[in-house]
T-cell receptor, first 114, second 116 residues
Framework: AQSVSQHNHHVILSEAASLELGCNYS??????LFWYVQYPGQHLQLLLK??????LVKGIKGFEAEFIKSKFSFNLRKPSVQWSDTAEYFC????????????FGGGTRLMVKP | GAGVSQSPRYKVAKRGQDVALRCDPI?????LFWYQQALGQGPEFLTY????????KSGLPSDRFFAERPEGSVSTLKIQRTQQEDSAVYLC??????????????FGQGTRLTVV
């Protein structure tokens, strides 16, 4: 069975600070990796995804993530956060089967102070 | 509509009551998923449909949980004899199928179920 760990449950940053959210997964085979974001009162939205190719993935709103296979990690980064980035962030993985079901981490709640 | 629609948005049920939660996926999406999200946790997989076929129900926590998608579009998640531990947000997601697992899932806003 696969699992996903997000190490930071709550993060508080000031605007313009840099962000890195950790994500580690446990699964020995080929995986697809995702970061979803949930803004207050809204549904989960895809931020970025990795299927294959360049391990550095660019997403929307200036976010990026790097897949490091040897470390089973897919950390999310943003060089300079904005107040509007306040949200909950979920890392997720599926294992390339026809079912496409996702295994999620526990989420990281980010608060950006203006 | 343009996105995944779930109803009701909020449901309060008395312990022992049966509830039915509805999901309208994005038109044409073949795959449909139900997830359960407890307070402070990430979503957990419940069940998966491809068209009307329920291909995986390994995440359903007990036989009180039942899901159907009879015509391959709208889906209903039914919980019988609700218990307090069933209190959670129930999320529905839909996607196009792909030969492999790398397909984006689109999520609805969820139904928040509170069992009192």
């Amino acid at each position: 069975a696969q699992s996903v760990s997000q190490h930071n449950h709550h993060v508080i940053l000031s605007e313009a600070a840099s962000l890195e959210l950790g994500c580690n997964y446990s699964y020995g085979g080929t995986v697809n990796l995702f970061w979803y974001v949930q803004y207050p009162g809204q549904h989960l939205q895809l931020l970025l995804k990795y299927f294959s190719g360049d391990p550095l993935v660019k997403g929307i709103k200036g976010f990026e993530a790097e897949f490091i296979k040897s470390k089973f990690s897919f950390n999310l980064r943003k060089p300079s956060v904005q107040w509007s980035d306040t949200a909950e962030y979920f890392c997720a993985v599926n294992n390339n089967n026809a079912g496409n079901m996702l295994t999620f981490g526990g989420g990281t709640r980010l608060m950006v102070k203006p | 509509g343009a996105g995944v629609s779930q109803s009701p948005r909020y449901k309060v049920a008395k312990r022992g009551q049966d509830v039915a939660l509805r999901c309208d996926p994005i038109s044409g999406h073949v795959s449909l998923f139900w997830y359960q999200q407890a307070l402070g946790q990430g979503p957990e997989f419940l069940t998966y449909f491809q068209n009307e076929a329920q291909l995986d129900k390994s995440g359903l926590p007990s036989d009180r949980f039942f899901a159907e998608r009879p015509e391959g579009s709208v889906s209903t998640l039914k919980i019988q004899r609700t218990q307090q531990e069933d209190s959670a947000v129930y999320l529905c997601a839909s996607s196009w199928p792909s030969g492999q697992g790398g397909t984006e899932a689109f999520f609805g806003q969820g139904t928040r179920l509170t069992v009192v």
